[in-house]
């Protein structure tokens, strides 16, 4: 019988694994994909929303899963049960498997208490107001944190970035600084990032602080541990990311699952785990693209293809949005950066998967027209737009 591989996750992890088992594997195995959602989101382009930019795109699983010719199970894992090859779902069902991905991503919390925390399209319109605010001068300071313990930052550059610019073309300044536990800016793509990243942010007149962990925002001041504290009006913060914690997986102290490097779960069989549920020290739509890509060889060799796994060693790809400056970002596994201006991988997209990439590039019909966010407008150059108080 065709080995049957149940994917349980419909994110960046989960369907780049579905793809490249098709590609390499073919007709050898059966998927199937396992998600509670209705939409793959695709969430970089967040830090876009609140400035007027490209809007968050929503592809539908059932759309996706019907041009592939994959069954679509819309519940959520409930718990492993190994020794059967089965999976129970919250809904009641039980799914047995050959092989399973967990790819279940994992869960964004506040990290600095009295910040806004930035984890994505549902915080659009609360980052818009502070905008807005900073325009009409009832906000005059804001800092922007890198919490202790994040492992990507990209995103909380962009939105300072993009926050300096849209008040410089208005001719507006307002104090504006990047708060970050890191030595350099994006320190995880290496010197000639940090260099590149620190000119951009001096440029914007945004003050640069690292080496600085910060604690919580309360009484008008970003308090920051042994540095003491200054003054701020608002504040915006990335999240920390907890694990799922599968139940009948193996899992760390903080819920995610030990694979090894061919991201098999250590101490079960038939089970592999991509994307943020895995407890590789990043936490990147690119590099859990690679982790599927490596994921799928391994069941695609299993299942007779020719194909030969290579273990997962992580390049990490970043594209820097920074108002009307774009940053192409890469960092080798021996060491060796570049940044750019120039395209450095194709497609240019925010989430460099070599499978997912291309599809989505060729599928933007199934994609519904954005809905309206119901978030403020930005002023524009010209001084259009609306403002309201924050909620």
Do not use: N
């Amino acid at each position: 019988m065709t080995p049957r591989v149940l994917i349980a996750g419909g994110g960046v992890a989960g369907l780049e694994t579905l793809l490249a088992l098709q590609a390499l594997a073919q007709d050898r195995v059966r998927s199937e994909l396992l998600a509670p959602e209705r939409h793959f989101t695709y969430r970089p382009l967040a830090v876009t929303e609140p400035f007027g930019g490209a809007r968050v795109q929503r592809f539908p699983l059932e759309a996706i899963g019907a041009d592939r010719g994959v069954e679509i199970h819309r519940d959520a894992l409930a718990r492993v049960l190994p020794d059967d090859r089965v999976v129970e779902t919250q809904g009641g069902r039980r799914l047995a498997y050959d092989t399973l991905v967990l790819a279940l991503g994992a869960r964004p919390v506040e990290a600095l208490p009295g910040a806004l925390t930035f984890r994505g399209p549902q915080d659009t319109a609360r980052m818009q107001e502070i905008v807005a605010r900073l325009q009409e001068g009832t906000i005059e300071r804001l800092a922007f944190v890198v919490p202790s313990g994040t492992t990507w930052a990209l995103p909380l550059y962009e939105l300072a970035l993009q926050t300096a610019a849209v008040l410089g073309a208005v001719g507006i300044t307002r104090k504006l600084s990047l708060v970050t536990p890191e030595r350099s800016p994006l320190a995880a793509f290496g010197r000639e990032a940090g260099l590149a990243v620190k000119s951009l942010l001096a440029e914007a007149g945004v003050v640069l602080r690292t080496g600085s962990i910060a604690e919580e925002v309360a009484d008008g001041r970003l308090w920051m541990g042994l540095e003491g504290s200054f003054p701020v009006d608002a504040a915006v913060a990335l999240p920390r990311l907890v694990g799922p914690r599968p139940r009948g997986v193996p899992c760390d102290p903080l819920g995610f699952v030990a694979v090894d490097e061919l991201t098999r779960v250590l101490g079960l069989e038939g089970v592999h785990a991509v994307g943020d549920v895995a407890a590789h020290g990043a936490k990147q739509g690119g590099l859990s693209a690679q982790q599927a890509d490596v994921a799928a060889a391994v069941i695609a060799a299993a299942a007779g293809a020719p194909v030969t796994p290579s273990p997962y060693r992580p390049v990490l790809r970043g594209l820097l949005l920074a108002g009307t400056r774009t940053r192409y970002l890469r960092h080798e596994p021996g060491g060796e950066s570049e940044v750019s201006r120039e395209l450095l991988w194709w497609p240019p997209t925010k989430i460099a998967g070599r499978y997912l990439s291309p599809y989505l590039a060729a599928h933007l019909d199934i994609a519904p027209a954005p809905e309206a966010s119901g978030a403020i407008p930005v002023r524009s150059a010209a001084g259009s737009g609306v403002t309201a108080p924050l909620r």
